[in-house]
């Protein structure tokens, strides 16, 4: 019997299980350079104990990826940082969907709007990673630079991704790792963060109520690709003083419509127009 005809780009290595496909020292090289973006510089033995390598292992992995640029060495501070190697590889991925260009001109103008910061982020595995930020001119102020990485449910922007997904794929995210506490005010507990995701997808934006910090609360909404799945999404955050429960409406649907225009921009489809076309 002839073999099954492979998808193009997939090896027939594909279809192993994983543990017989993966290349245990790439596996750790990653593992390093994503402890060296967690911070604004590390030393070696930072880096090793961080990771949970050997100094001589997490040098040889730092030295080869300093030949490509992934990483850089400070020399007056022996400390070691991302390089513009990796800069130029993780900016592909906003080049794929132009999510960063199209969404820039779109927070700018929230901002102004309604004077506090505003955010754009994707959901990768169960964290939410903000890719881009444009922040208020105010002194108090909610500040996530691009790599940032923070709890899906205790997210604006992630719940406001985990509302338009099927209850499948939100246990596959939410399954990931456990809903963890950071305020009186997180749902640590999928019964209620369900009802509560749901009542989000009802609204169009979701909301987070000093779940992640106390005195700070965010409003988001998702933007969608080509096929209706919701891929990022906008928020504007900033202190419970100025951001007030009587203003949530109002700046819920400002929302909403940014994350509309953002997806129209690169070729989406938002829920309006998904229900139109049903």
Not at 17 to 45: F, Q, Y
Not at 150 to 177: C, D, M, N, T
């Amino acid at each position: 019997m002839a073999e099954t005809q492979r998808k193009r780009g997939r090896p027939k290595a594909f279809y192993e299980k994983p543990e017989t496909t993966t290349i245990r020292s790439l596996d750790r090289a990653m593992h390093v350079l994503s402890v060296v973006s967690s911070s604004a510089g590390m030393t070696l033995s930072q880096i090793a104990e961080t990771s949970r390598e050997t100094a001589p292992t997490v040098y040889r992995i730092l030295s080869t990826l300093k030949l490509h640029a992934i990483v850089s060495f400070d020399e007056s501070t022996q400390t070691w940082h991302v390089g513009p190697g990796a800069f130029r590889i993780g900016s592909a991925f906003l080049r794929r969907t132009q999510l960063l260009e199209q969404g820039r001109p779109v927070m700018e103008r929230i901002m102004q709007k309604t004077g506090e910061t505003a955010n754009l982020a994707i959901i990768d595995k169960s964290e939410v990673v903000f890719v881009s930020q444009v922040e208020t001119h105010e002194p108090i102020r909610a500040f996530f630079r691009p790599g940032t990485r923070g709890p899906v449910h205790a997210s604006g922007i992630g719940k406001a991704i985990l509302a338009y997904l099927s209850p499948a794929q939100r246990q596959e995210i939410l399954g990931r790792s456990p809903l963890d506490r950071f305020t009186v005010k997180t749902l640590t507990e999928q019964i209620d963060l369900n009802a509560h995701l749901d009542a989000c997808q009802k609204n169009g934006w979701s909301i987070d109520d000093e779940e992640r910090t106390l005195g700070m609360r965010c409003i988001a909404a998702p933007i969608f690709n080509h096929d209706g799945q919701p891929i990022a999404g906008i928020s504007v955050s900033g202190p419970t003083v100025r951001m007030l429960a009587e203003d949530d409406e109002k700046i819920g649907r400002l929302i909403r419509e940014a994350a509309d225009e953002i997806t129209r921009a690169i070729g989406g489809l938002p829920p309006s127009a998904r229900q139109d076309v049903e």
